[in-house]
T-cell receptor, first 115, second 113 residues
């Protein structure tokens, strides 16, 4: 079975631009979470979606938004890019959202560089 | 709020040495605790987990015990290999906050032959 997939692998943008990152969860998983990992730091939680509804949001500005589609895939959008948005963006999927026993499976990430 | 603190790296060891990476946590609820590993150029992989106090998680020779009294979840391995070189992240998931993960800053392990 395929794991969590993310696209693109790498992306280079300039300040002020907009970016869309995509994630496909493991088949059967209905919850998708997004994390930002700045170089040399641990991942920081951005969003969690379950059954197409936002179930959690981390401490990120409104420039960050996301959505989940009927097939449970997800997009993360970032507007008005700043240099500080340069990071590895990780997507994780799990069976459900409400139990901390549900293991989250991570994708390989999208490396975003903002120049 | 929830937080995870782990020892800063890098940790450099010779092959077959004993490994300890310290991790302590603060949580408002009753967390589950995890260790994730990130190999160069890859995403995160779950290494082991423990869901309640005194549980011991183990995998691939690594183990960690959930110590509620000291709010700790230290990672240990008796004999490291070069292939264990990676970044290790301690994390918690609070039962009161869905399964959102709160990560520590990561500890880079370098094992020399």
């Amino acid at each position: 079975d395929a794991g969590v997939t993310q696209s693109p692998t790498h992306l280079i943008k300039t300040r002020g631009q907009h970016v869309t990152l995509r994630c496909s969860p493991i088949s059967g998983h209905k919850s998708v979470s997004w994390y930002q990992q700045v170089l040399g730091q641990g991942p920081q939680f951005i969003f969690q979606y379950y059954e197409k509804e936002e179930r959690g949001r981390g401490n990120f500005p409104d420039r960050f938004s996301a959505r989940q589609f009927p097939n449970y895939s997800s997009e993360l959008n970032v507007n008005a890019l700043l240099l500080g948005d340069s990071a590895l963006y990780l997507c994780a999927s799990s069976l459900a959202d409400t139990s901390s026993y549900n293991e989250q499976f991570f994708g390989p990430g999208t490396r975003l560089t903002v120049l | 709020g929830n937080s995870v603190t782990q020892m800063e790296g890098p940790v450099t060891l010779s092959e077959e040495a004993f490994l300890t990476i310290n991790c302590t946590y603060t949580a408002t609820g009753y967390p589950s605790l995890f260790w994730y590993v990130q190999y160069p150029g890859e995403g995160l992989q779950l290494l082991l987990k423990a869901t309640k106090a005194d549980d011991k998680g183990s995998n691939k020779g690594f183990e960690a015990t959930y110590r509620k009294e000291t709010t700790s979840f230290h990672l240990e391995k008796g004999s490291v290999q070069v292939s264990d070189s990676a970044v290790y992240f301690c994390a918690l998931s609070d039962h009161n906050a869905g399964n959102m993960l709160t990560f520590g800053g990561g500890t880079r392990l370098m094992v020399k032959p």
